[in-house]
């Protein structure tokens, strides 16, 4: 698909997109969480897996944008 502006390819079709499926799909997989241990610093798995989600989900978007700018 071209830009109409540049007559450039828009490079929103690179295959490190798929990358971003992780962060949407690892959340989605209950089982990973369905427990109260290990325990980290006191908190049971649920609530350190969460921030855990959010520091994958920033290292995947950094690594996409990154390799597609």
Do not use: H
Request: with cysteine.
């Amino acid at each position: 698909m071209s830009s109409p502006e540049t007559g450039q390819e828009r490079g929103d079709r690179s295959p490190w997109n798929w990358l971003l499926f992780v962060p949407i799909v690892l959340p989605l997989l209950t089982f990973l969480f369905n427990s109260d241990e290990p325990r980290v610093a006191g908190f049971p798995l649920f609530y350190w897996l969460q921030l855990a989600f959010i520091v994958v989900g920033v290292v995947c978007t950094t690594i996409v944008y990154r390799m597609t700018k």
